[in-house]
Each structure stands twice: as C-alpha cells, then as structure tokens.
C-alpha cells in the first residue's frame, strides 16, 4: 500500500511538473499566437513567457547578477540570428531587435515607433518637448550643448569641475564610492550648462531629490502608494519643480530687469526662445527638459568615467599607450599654457578610442520604443502598441561586428568605420543625443586629469557585477583616489 501511494505521488508530481513547464509555461505564446494567426506574416520567432509576468523574472535574474548578456544570448541560442524576437517585459508583449538595420529604421522611423519607456520613466524624466514637431525650437534649445564648437564656453569650467573633484578624493584618508563622486561631478557640470551659477545649497538639495528620482526612473510596477520607490520619486520630481521654478522665475526677473548681460545658458536661451509660433516655453517645459538632460548625463557619463579609469587600469598597456600621449601633448604646449585647449583635446585620438571602446562595454540595455500602427519588417508582424526595444548591448557586443567583443581593445577602432547601426550609442536619426560630443569631451578631460596624476586602489576588486539598468560594481567601485606624486 506503502509503495502504491508513493507512486502516485510521484505521478502527481510528474502530471503538475508537465502541466506547470508544458501548458502554463506557453499560454501566454499560444494566447498571442492564436490572436494574430490571421495576419499575413506572423510574430517573430521568441518566447512570452510565463501568464503576466513574462520573461521579467529571467531578465532581472541575469541583469543583477551581472550577466545580462545572457538573456538575449539565451533567446538567439534557442531561436537562431533572426535579429528579431517576441518576448513579454516590462507588462507589456514586446519585440526585441538586434540586427543593425533593424535598429536603425526603429530609431529613425517616428511616425512608425514612438517613445515607449516605461510609465515610471515617461512620468519621471520624459520631455514632451524633444518629441513635439517644432525643429527650430529642439535645434535651438540643444545648440548650447551640441557640436564641437560648444566646448569652448565649457572647457574651463569643466576643467575646473574635474581638478577640483580628484584633489577632493584623493586628499580623503577614507575609501569612497567613485561611481558615486563621478555622479556628483557630472551632475554639478549639468546644472552649470544649464544654470551657470547657482549656490551650493541648492546644488545639493536639487542633487539629492534628484538621486531619489533615478532609483526609480525603471520601476517595473510605479505603485504609488506611501514607501514605495515610485511614490518617493513622484514627491522628489514635485518639491525638484518648485526649486526649479523659483530659480526660472528670479532669472526672468533678472533678465526684465536688465541684470542679465550675454546669454551664456542654457536657461537664459531658452527663456528667450521663440517657435515658428512665435511661443515661447512654458516652465513645465522648461523643466522636463533639465530634468531629461539630467537623467540622459548624470548616470552615463559617471559610469563612463568609472569603466574607462577601471579598464584602464586592468589593461597596462593600454594605460601607458594613454599616458604617453597625454605626455606628448603636454610636452607639445608653450610654457605660459596651463590649460587644456580645444585643439589638444582634438588631438586625443587614442583617448578618444578609450573611451568609445568603454562606451561599447557598457551600453544600457535598450532604447524603448512602441509600435504606433500594425508594421510588418524582415518578414514578420510587429502589432500596434507592442513595446519594441532596440536591444543596444547586444549589438555593440556582436562578433560578427567587432571581433573577441568582451575584449576592452581601445585601437579596435584605428581606421575602423562600424557598418550603418552597428554603433549607435547616442541613438540615430532626428532623436540622435544632443549632448554627445560634450559627454565624450568631459570624459575625455577627467581621463587627461586622471592618467597623468592619479591612480585607482579599488578595495574591492571582485567585487560582483549588477548589469541593471547599466553595468557597475555593486559596492559602486569602492575605492581611493591617489595622487601619484603623493605616493
């Protein structure tokens, strides 16, 4: 009797293991599938998931264990190079590109694909106003921070933002968070484009609401209830706004009251900006869109800076290769120069390389769009108001573009012209980064800094690896700054 109950034990167990694996494991693909059988080309290939959640479990299991690279090397194992694939993230059915061409017309084609971050994101960081069909108006309000021209009116600040940080770290006894301080460096560096000048308190104050905001920023449920992260955020961005408005305000009586000379920020432009309407910006507007360039530089730019001095400082060769030509241009200059130049920076060509390499390393995951209308693309059925992500890593980490891609191989990129949309970082098209060159020329100044003075004694050097929503230390690269004379 013993043994006749044990085996039917193990056949209910074996009958619930099918059940759970063979039928609820592919619902959700049968329900999509069986939706859109009539169509004339049918879903990519890929996999939904599990009912509700989908594939979101699997992706936060590899995102924070730090292989992210995983999860769409999982689904290209199973399914093979399409360059195309279903899945279910976010709460929402989804398709997933990665084939260049692919990922091009996506970021291009904006009648076809919108925006489509997550609610968290579009209620936190999104600005209307770089979606809106007013050209001059966008052109114009993201001239202060576009071209290689612009550095001219921020090298010495940004300068002074760099020497002024690593003399901080490195006369600290104690470790510090280095991601951390990047952060804070490159956010002072934001509000100065933006602001010019603006007291300390403030500085700090916007700086810490701002903080509570981007832990938040890619919440998968933005419950708003008191004590959850996107709660906290939505009352951070209301008291940021009333901050803000107060600064717009006494600047536009600043500026009535003839106290403001040359407009040399971007504030002052934008609040004398009109459209072909002749309209100007509301402060709502003027708002989101500090807000947007402070969620597009803040965490990108400081994890740059991270990755590029921890790479360099894992591969010597590339470390000298970068030291010897910050020495040559050095040796190069007059003697009454103290400063960099523009011209100096121009002629950082294996820096630059530095740091587009670091670049490709750490992409964020994905730029989110949506289907605005049924589309079909390669053969296969993209419905409307299906999210479609432009899967960035994956790209930029494709052997059959860059070759031993896990390699950090700065000179990759001597005469190398990557394929059309194999190297889209800064997205492409109408919608392609305002603030690219600047990003990389403040990047490139805090390396010039860092390579010739400075040294990195991480306290943690294995430490583990989070991939979500971007590649960093979990301990944010604890570590101390030393400065080499000093050692």
Known sequence: ????????????????????????????????????????????????????????????????????????????????????????????????????????????????????????????????????????FKQLVSSPINGHNVLEMYLERIEDIVINKLEELSSMKHPVEFLTEMKKASFEFVIHIFFDSCDQDTVNKIGDLFNVMSIALLSFMPINVPGFAYNKALKARMEFVKIIENIICGRRMAIKNGQIGENNNLLDIILETKDERGEKLEDKDIIDLLIAFLFGAHDSIATASMWSVMYLAQNPLCLKKAKEEQEGILKARSTSQKRLSIEEIKKMIYLSQVVDETIRHITIFSAFREAAIDVNINGYFIPKGWKVLVWLSALHMDPEYYSNPKEFNPTRWDDYNPGSGTFIPFGVGRRLCPGRDLAKYEISIFLHYFVLNYKLERINPECPITS???????????????????S
């Open 468 to 486: 979500f929503p971007y590649s960093k230390p979990i301990d944010n690269c604890l570590a101390k700054v030393i400065k080499i004379s000093d």
């Open 1 to 136: 009797m013993e043994l006749q109950w044990f085996w039917m034990f193990a056949a209910t167990l074996l009958a619930c293991y099918i059940f759970v694996s063979k039928v609820m494991r592919n619902l959700n693909g049968w329900y999509y599938d069986l939706i859109f059988k009539n169509k004339q080309y049918p879903l990519p290939p890929g996999d939904m998931g599990w009912p509700l959640i989908g594939n979101l479990w699997s992706f936060f299991k590899y995102f924070y264990s730090g292989r992210g690279e995983m999860f769409i090397n999982n689904i290209i194992f199973k399914f093979g190079r399409t360059g195309i694939y279903k899945t279910h993230l976010y709460g929402s059915p989804s398709i997933i590109v990665i084939a260049p061409a692919i990922c091009k017309k996506v970021l291009i084609d904006e009648v076809t694909f919108k925006i489509g971050y997550p609610k968290s994101a579009l209620e936190l960081g999104d600005s209307k106003i770089l979606h809106k069909e007013r050209g001059r």
